[in-house]
């Protein structure tokens, strides 16, 4: 049979005509008397997902849509209808005010395909998901997140940071990929109860499984909203799966390697998956919430833990030192007052945090310009809900504009100025906490590593500009302060140049 056209004509031809009857169907077969206000104009199939390309961010057009459309208003972004929040009050009455109602993540194909709807970050709003977060966060305290038994772990870590940046001598280096590897084998202790060396045949095979689902969450952004994109020849899909497979192929092993060791003896567990190892023991005794406590789910958890806790700290850390570097009148202060407070012959320790304001406010304040998870992780209604009087569909992609909280003019004096001073009370000494500053979001869904993240944060970046004073390479242009959206948003490539501080002679490094 010859129609005059190719099979793979006509079969996108079949798929948009059927995606186009199902957007449609999707709108009229709702009917909600007050939906939020529409935002941009839509095209079939597409929906508004072009008004989001453009030279700045999708975070920075949509804040300047909620300008045009109102702190709450809807769009289509491809197959899925969207509400986006810019208001915090709308994003703390959704989130932390009312109950479960939003604490659902919606099913995107990403999620579907690479987690079918489980994990810690993506998992569906269920009895199972809401034990498991229980369980994560009680078992990550039990391991010393957030408190001073995690102190040593870090710091010994960082001192594998300092040596590498100290190997550099002085010259311009790209200082990324020395952070994340870093700040990755933090959470390999706390997963696998161990740090790796760095040229540990796990450990490589760790990070290369780090790489590649970051890179997934990139190429996968398109699938979310335009799933049917997928069927495409070049649309990526291989590849993520090609990053899957290398995922499983040296996450599993180590993982059951771990396990095997702990089952085999009778130690006290010692990491998140021993942990998990009891758990399904106990639930496999017990029958408790069938499905949950299992081999399959317990890669995730571990996967979801070591993702999300390594690029978002290592994201703030890059940051951090790009801040540090183009202003220098703040980094002086911040080393002026760590050698007034904890001296020349020590390194810093959680202990002297206190004591330390302007280096507390300068850290709040990278967090809040940084805004390093802009849109926060979608949420979904568990069901029909209403919010400030609108109508929330089920199934719709719930945006909280993170980004835009943080650079609200009527929340932050001259938002776009980098200022740690605002962090800061009239008197200097005492540190103004701010509730609407939200890296980590809040509510149900609220980052599970908060607490471990601060103490990073802190930590690293202390000890780092005890350390160094960092600079541009001499001659080097100012580097760009616009950053790019990947899994989470990230500066460009930039250089700086570590110069050791003069400290003294008595320093251990130990
Ligand atoms: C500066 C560092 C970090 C930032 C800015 C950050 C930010 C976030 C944000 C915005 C969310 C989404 C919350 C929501 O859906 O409302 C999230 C979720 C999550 N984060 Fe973090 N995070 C950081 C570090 C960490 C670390 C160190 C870990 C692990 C130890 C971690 C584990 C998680 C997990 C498991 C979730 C999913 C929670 C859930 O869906 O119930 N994060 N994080």
């Known amino acids: 049979m010859d129609f005059g056209i190719s099979l793979t004509t006509f079969l996108l031809g079949m798929v948009t005509f059927l995606v186009t009857l199902m957007m449609v169907w ?26 989001l390309a453009g030279e700045h961010p999708p975070h920075q057009i ?45 099913k995107i194909a990403m ?15 269920s009895p199972a998901q809401i034990e498991q977060r229980r369980f994560t966060f009680s078992a990550l305290r039990s391991l010393g997140m957030g ?31 020395d952070i994340t590897v870093s700040v990755s084998n933090v959470i390999c202790w706390l997963n696998f109860g161990k740090r790796f060396e760095y040229n540990d045949d796990d450990f490589k095979g760790v990070l290369e499984a780090l790489f590649g689902i970051v890179e997934i969450t990139e190429i996968g952004g398109v699938f979310n909203f335009l799933p049917f994109l997928r069927f495409l020849p070049g649309s990526g899909l291989k590849k993520c799966f090609k990053h899957k497979a290398i995922f499983d192929k040296h996450m599993y092993p180590l993982i059951r390697k771990i396990k095997q060791s702990y089952d085999d ?10 942990m998990y190892a009891d758990k399904i023991a106990e639930a496999a005794k017990q029958n408790i919430v069938p499905n949950l406590f299992n081999d399959g789910n317990m890669v995730l958890a571990v996967a979801d833990l070591f993702v999300a806790g390594t690029e978002t700290t290592a994201t703030t850390l890059k940051w951090a030192l790009l801040y540090m570097v183009v202003n220098q009148d703040v980094q002086k202060r911040v080393q002026e007052e760590l050698d ?33 998870v802009p849109l926060g ?29 943080h650079h609200d003019p009527n929340l932050w004096k001259n938002p776009d100025e980098f200022n740690p001073d605002r962090f800061l009370k009239p008197d200097t000494k005492h540190v103004v906490q701010r509730e609407e500053l939200i890296p980590f979001s809040i509510g149900r869904r609220r980052c599970i590593g908060e607490e471990l993240a601060k103490v990073e944060l802190y930590l690293f970046f202390t000890h780092l500009l005890c350390r160094f004073h960092f600079i541009l390479p001499p001659g080097a242009p100012q580097p760009t302060m616009e950053g790019r959206s990947l899994a989470t948003f990230v500066p460009h490539d930039y250089s700086l140049c570590a110069i050791p501080r003069c400290r003294d002679k008595d320093f251990e490094e130990s």
């Open 62 to 106: 949509l804040a300047n849509m909620a300008k045009k459309y109102g702190p709450i208003f809807s769009m289509q972004m491809g197959s899925f209808y969207a509400v986006v929040l810019s208001d915090y009050s709308l994003i703390k009455q959704a989130f932390a005010k009312s109950g479960d109602d939003f604490s659902d993540r919606p």
């Open 340 to 372: 007034r407070v904890v001296g020349v012959d020590r390194l810093p320790s959680l202990l002297d945090k206190p004591n330390l304001p302007y280096t507390e406010a300068t850290l709040l304040e990278i967090q809040r310009k940084a805004s390093i």
């Open 26 to 51: 999707s709108r009229t077969g709702r009917t909600y008397a007050n939906l939020p206000p529409k935002g941009p104009p839509e095209w079939p199939i597409i929906g508004s997902l072009l008004s």
């Open 147 to 177: 408190k001073f038994r995690m102190e040593e772990t870090i710091s010994e870590e960082i001192q594998h940071l300092i040596k590498s940046f100290t190997e550099r001598n002085t010259q311009p280096f790209i200082p990324f990929h």
């Open 265 to 274: 003896k009778f130690e006290s567990a010692e990491c998140y998956i021993h």
């Open 377 to 405: 992780v979608p949420h979904a209604p568990v069901q029909d809900t209403i919010l400030y009087g609108y109508d929330i569909p089920k199934g719709t992609v719930v945006l909280p504009n993170l980004w835009a909280i």
């Open 111 to 125: 999620i579907e395909h690479l987690a079918e709807g489980k994990g810690l970050i993506s998992g569906y709003n």
